[in-house]
C-alpha cells in the first residue's frame, strides 16, 4: 500500500549511504539464510492451487494481522517515512492516521465477506469475489487486467527499492543488487507460493516492530527527550510541529482522504482474508492490526522529528537528500548490530511486499483472465509458479530503468488499485442496489483517469493544483461513475444478485 506510492521518495535519489561494515554484511547474509529456510518448509507443504494462491486458507489471525501489515507497510516505515517527516513534518502523520478506520473497515466491511463468500462459493482471488458479486466474467476480466497493470509497476518500484539497499549492503551495483534481490524472492516464492510469503511475513514483521521499538528509544535518547525535540523545533521550525507540518490543509486532508479510502482497494491486502481459518475472529482484527503499524510506525515519527531536531541544534550536518535520515541517523547514532537490524528489516518488508504482488499477478495470469474468457487452466498450480517466474522477470528489467519511471510506476499502481477495486467491491459487496454495469463503468472509468493524469503530470503536460493527486481525482471520479450508472441501471440490480451472495451480504 504505502511503500510504493511514497518511496518513490528513495528511487529517485541517487543511492543509500554506503553500508558495507562488517556487523551490517554479516546481519544481512543470516537474514537471506533464514528467509531460505522458510522458503525451504513452505515448499514441502505447498502441494495444492489452494496452497499456493491462499495458503490452504488455514491462517490463525494474529498471523494474519502481522502478515498484512508487513505487506502493507514495504520499506516506507524505514526509508520513506522518516524522510518525508524531516521534510514536511507532522503533516506527514495523515497518511497513517486513518490507519484505525481503515482497518475497521477493512474487517467489518470487506473480510467478513470476502472470507464469507469463500465457503458458498469456489474463490481465489478478488476478482473471483467480483464475478460473484456481479455474476459477470466481464467484471472479473477487466478487474484482472486492472491489477495486472499496476502490479507490474509495484514489483518494479520494489525490486528497484530492494537493489538499492542491496548495493548500499554488498557494493555490487545496482543492476546486479536488482537481479540478486529478485532472484532470491523468487526462489522462495516460486517454490512455496503465499505460503512462503505468508511466514516470511511473521518473520519479517516481527523483525520490523522490534527494530522500530529500539530506534525509537535512541531517537529520543539522541534528541534528549521528547520535550527537549520539541523545544528544539519550535525554537527553528515551529511549522514542522504544526498540525499540518509543512503541508496545506487541503494536502494533508487529501493524504486522509486517499489512504483511509484507497487502501480498501490494495489486493495485496484483501487477498490475504482469504486465508483466514475462522472468520469469528475478524473482531479483533482492527485491534491487532492497528497495534501491529503504531509499534512499527514509531520509528517513522521518531527518526523523522529527531533528525531535524538535531540538525537545526547543529548537532549532526544538514542532510543531502530528506531519504537520508534514518541511514544517518542509524550510523551515526545507534550500535551498528541495531543498523544492521533496521537495514535487514527494509530488506525484509520490500521483499514481503513483492512476494504478496507476486501471487496476486500470476493469479491473474493463471485463474482469472482464463476464467474471464471461459478456458479455465487444467493445472492451476504449474502455471501459477510459471507465471510467477515470468512475471518477476519482466518487473525486474523495468527496474533496471530510472528511478523516475519506476516511481511513476509505483504511483499509478496505487491509484489504480484504488480507483478500480473500491466502488466496484468495497461499496458492492455491501450495496444490493449497485448493478453490474456500475463495476464495469468504474473500473473503466478508474483505469482510464489514472492512466491519463499520472502520464500527463509525468511527462510534465499537466500540473495538480496544491494538495490534489491524481490517485484523489480518479477515486473520485470511479466513485460517482459507480453511483450514478448503478441508479440509471437500478432496475437489473436483482437480475446480478446470485441468492447465495446476497445472503453473504446480509450477514
Known sequence: MIGPLLLSLLLQSAALPVLRQPVIVGVALAYFAVVAAIGVFASRRTRTVDDFFVAGRGL??????????????????????????????????????????????????????????????????VPDALAARYDSRLVQ?????????????????????????????????????????????????????????????????????????????????????????????????????????????????????????????????????????????????????????????????????AMRALVASGATPALVSPDDATPAFLLQFTPAPLAALVFASVAAAIMS??????????????????VAFGRRLANELRWGRAWTVVLTVVAAAVAQASGTLVAFLGIFGWGLFASTLVPALAIGLNWTGATR????????????????LETLAYVKLFTFPAGVTASAIALVASLLVFFIVSWLTRATACTTLAPDVRAVMEV
Not at 356 to 369: P, V
Request: hydrophobic share 60%.
Open 353 to 370: 511486499t513483492v512476494n504478496s504482488f507476486m501471487s496476486i499477478g500470476a493469479a491473474a495470469c493463471t485463474h482469472d483472465l482464463p
Open 60 to 125: 490463525g489471525l494474529f498471523t494474519l494481522a502481522i502478515a498484512a501489515m508487513a505487506s502493507t507497510l514495504s520499506g516506507f516505515a524505514f526509508i520513506g517515512g522518516p524522510g518525508l517527516v524531516y521534510s514536511i513534518g507532522l503533516g506527514a502523520v495523515f497518511i497513517v492516521l486513518p490507519a484505525a478506520l481503515t482497518n475497521s473497515m477493512g474487517a467489518w466491511v470487506m473480510a467478513k465477506r470476502l472470507r464469507l463468500l469463500a465457503e458458498v462459493r469456489e474463490m481465489l482471488t
Open 141 to 305: 476480466g477487466l478487474a484482472a487486467v486492472a491489477m495486472l497493470v499496476a502490479v507490474v509497476g509495484y514489483m518494479a518500484t520494489n525490486f528497484l527499492a530492494l537493489g538499492l539497499v542491496i548495493d548500499a549492503i554488498f557494493g555490487t551495483g545496482r543492476a546486479p543488487a536488482i537481479w540478486i534481490g529478485t532472484a532470491i524472492v523468487l526462489a522462495y516464492s516460486v517454490s512455496g507460493g503465499i505460503l512462503a510469503g505468508i511466514w516470511n511475513d511473521v518473520f519479517q514483521g516481527a523483525l520490523m516492530a522490534v527494530a522500530s521499538v529500539l530506534v525509537f528509544w535512541f531517537a529520543l535518547e539522541a534528541g534528549g527527550g521528547m520535550a527537549e525535540i520539541s523545544r528544539t523545533l519550535l525554537a527553528s521550525e515551529p511549522e514542522v510541529l504544526g498540525p499540518w507540518g509543512r503541508l496545506s490543509p487541503l494536502a494533508a486532508l487529501s493524504f486522509f482522504f486517499v489512504f483511509g479510502m484507497g487502501a480498501l482497494g490494495q489486493p495485496h491486502v484483501l487477498h490475504k482474508f482469504f486465508m483466514l481459518r475462522d472468520p469469528r475472529q475478524l473482531k479483533w482484527y482492527p485491534l491487532l492490526m492497528t497495534a501491529a503499524l503504531f509499534v512499527t510506525l514509531l520509528l517513522f515519527v521518531g527518526v523523522g522529528v
Open 437 to 452: 454495469a456500475g463495476a464495469v463503468a468504474s473500473i473503466g472509468t478508474g483505469l482510464l483517469t489514472t492512466l491519463s
